[in-house]
Structure formats: structure tokens, C-alpha cells
């Protein structure tokens, strides 16, 4: 029964995650179109595939119309949770934090017409049929998301070998606590996201600024100590750490343009963290 299903099982994580923006709730997305897929009549299903698609985008609308108020209410800036790969891994660019950042602030049926057309090539006609809306509405939907995904989504081409050398020297310099090494990787208009989510201390806005940002470092380390392991890893398509310290795991990922660092983005709630465990 599920020999039919396992094909289809991480492009539709894909999909579920690109949605949620939490691994844990992708994952119980997944699970759930498995049994309903498992109890379906399927000899009307012409391509289980889209049928899939479907089912999995219509639990992430539940899920994401639901968790509305709590996301509204979330405490400090949002980000998604990370998905950790070995360093060598190049993942899809639409998996980006930049990107999911961007569709968490589009409507669950933008978001959703987006990605079905953009990331995952879905056609308007069997898009409507997911969203239960008419060809032109979907269309609509896909085109605003679009728009606002280009008016706010930064573009930087990290070179690899660029950030291969940041990506060392930042590992030292934050483990040694050498502040003015640290000055020397960031771009001076660098941004630093720190999601705690009331559970870990964190930044509750955006840090702009190299100034600011060492700062920044300069009072977590005063107040947590030093760092007692660090694991380089690539964390949605970026380079990146899993940290450990004496409050436990974070992570963090860099994003690169030249030979400068131009976002920082640090998850230390660790709800967010549970699956690196």
C-alpha cells in the first residue's frame, strides 16, 4: 500500500514545508495525506501525483488558516525552522530563508498559488482545482505573491569559494570571541535576524548595522559564555553552524555577496530545534 506512496513522499515534504515553514508539521502533513491516500478509492486517480499535491496543499491551508493567530502572535521575528544538511549539499534556491521569510507574509492561497506554479511548474487549471478558486483568480493569487516576492526578496550570489573562506574565519572568530575578526567579515550594512521565540534570549527586531551586531555578540557572549561545540553544516542552501552552548542547540546561517557577510540568521527557539536533537 505505501510502495505507491514513497515515490511521491519528499516532493510532497517539499511542498508541505515550502508552505508551513516547520519540519515537524510538514512532516504530520506527509503522514496525514499516507492515510488518507491509504483509504481513498484511487481507481479515479489518474495522476497521484497532482492528487497528492492537492491533498497535502489543502491540509497546509487548514494548518496555516488555524495557526493565523498564533503566528500573529509569536513573540520576536519569525523564522523558519532549519533544514540542516551536510556542508557540501547545494539545495534549492527556493528553499531559501530570504524566501520563506517573504512567503510568510503573503496569504496562505497566495502562498500556496506561488509555489504550486513557480517552484513546483503546477498549471493554472490544476492549481484551481487544488484551491477550489477559478483559473483567473489563480492566477491573480500567483501574480500579487509574485510581485511581492520581488519587491522584498534580497538577491545575492554567494561565490563558493568566497564564502568557504567567510565561512572558516567567522567559525574562529565567533568561537574565540575575536570581535574585531568579526568586524572584518561583516558588510557594514549587514542585517542579523535572531528568532527565540520568548523561549531563548533573542533579539525581538531585525539588528541593522555592523556596529549594532557586534554589539550584539559582545552581550550574548558576556552573558552565555563561551561556545562549547560547533558544527559547520549548510542550513537552507546557506552556509551555516549548529552551535551548542550551555543554554543547548542553535543555528546559524550566513548569507554571503562578495567578501562580505550580509545576513545573519540565528534560531535559538528550541521548539524550532527539536528535530537536530
Not at 499516507?34 to 479515479?44: E, N
Not at 483559473?135 to 500567483?142: D, G, H
Amino acid at each position: 500500500m505505501s510502495s505507491d506512496f514513497e515515490p511521491h513522499r519528499r516532493f510532497l515534504f517539499g511542498v508541505a514545508y515550502r508552505m508551513l515553514g516547520a519540519v515537524a508539521e510538514a512532516e504530520d502533513a506527509v503522514q496525514d495525506a499516507f492515510v488518507r491516500w491509504a483509504s481513498a478509492d484511487r481507481g479515479d486517480v489518474l495522476e497521484p501525483r497532482a492528487y497528492l499535491a492537492r491533498v497535502v496543499t489543502r491540509l497546509c491551508l487548514d494548518r496555516l488558516r488555524s495557526a493565523r493567530a498564533k503566528r500573529e502572535a509569536y513573540v520576536g521575528t519569525w523564522l523558519p525552522e532549519p533544514i540542516v544538511e551536510a556542508p557540501d549539499t547545494r539545495v534549492a534556491d527556493d528553499l531559501s530563508v530570504a524566501l520563506l521569510m517573504t512567503l510568510e507574509r503573503l496569504s496562505p492561497l497566495e502562498r500556496a498559488a506561488f509555489l504550486l506554479h513557480d517552484v513546483f511548474d503546477m498549471d493554472y487549471v490544476a492549481i484551481a482545482g487544488v484551491l477550489e478558486r477559478s483559473e483567473a483568480a489563480c492566477r491573480q493569487l500567483a501574480t500579487r505573491a509574485r510581485e511581492h516576492v520581488r519587491e522584498e526578496r534580497p538577491r545575492f550570489e554567494p561565490q563558493p569559494d568566497a564564502e568557504a573562506r567567510l565561512t572558516a574565519a567567522f567559525a574562529a572568530a565567533m568561537v574565540s570571541g575575536d570581535v574585531d575578526a568579526l568586524a572584518g567579515l561583516l558588510a557594514e550594512d549587514a542585517v542579523l535576524y535572531s528568532d527565540g521565540g520568548g523561549k531563548r534570549r533573542a533579539a525581538l527586531n531585525p539588528i541593522y548595522g555592523r556596529a549594532k551586531i557586534l554589539r550584539f555578540f559582545v552581550g550574548v557572549r558576556a552573558k552565555h559564555g563561551e561556545i562549547l561545540e560547533t558544527r559547520v553544516v549548510r542550513i537552507n542552501g546557506l552556509a551555516g553552524f549548529v552551535v551548542r552552548g550551555h543554554e543547548g542547540l542553535e543555528t546559524l546561517a550566513l548569507e554571503t555577496s562578495g567578501d562580505r557577510i550580509v545576513a545573519l540568521y540565528a534560531i535559538r527557539n528550541p521548539d524550532k530545534l527539536a528535530h537536530l536533537a
